[in-house]
């Protein structure tokens, strides 16, 4: 399983339910990653109108949950990047390395 930084940029009939209606979107949130297969590890509001959260998922899990979150019509846009450790990232560095040797750019 990885981790990822996922965010999504609420809706305008978004913003008019949760005004409407106040409620815990973390449940909400919550309660669909683990449907999905997801472990939600932290969730926060940035004054940007976006979801932040941080996941533990596979990347067919996170398409489902990206499906859902936009035919739900309370998102504009979702966002996800999966993250490695920076042990991870220096275990790429010397993998690259090899790659890198074995690799022509274009017009050389």
């Known amino acids: ?10 809706s305008q009939d978004a913003f008019k339910g949760m005004v409407a209606s106040p409620s815990d ?4 949130g919550r309660a ?6 997801i472990k939600l590890h932290h969730m926060w509001y940035s004054g940007n109108g976006e979801v932040i959260c941080v996941v533990e998922g596979n990347a067919v899990a996170g398409s489902l949950a ?7 019509g309370g998102f504009t846009a979702v ?10 990232m220096v ?4 993998g690259a390395g090899a790659v ?3 690799f022509r750019p274009p017009g050389k």
């Open 79 to 88: 966002e996800s990047t999966e993250l490695i450790t920076m042990g991870q």
């Open 66 to 72: 990206g499906m859902v979150v936009m035919a739900s």
């Open 25 to 28: 979107r973390e449940a909400a």
């Open 1 to 10: 399983m990885s981790l990822y930084l996922t965010r999504a940029r609420y």
């Open 91 to 94: 275990e790429a560095m010397k």
């Open 100 to 102: 890198a040797a074995k």
């Open 32 to 37: 669909m990653f683990e449907a999905a297969g």
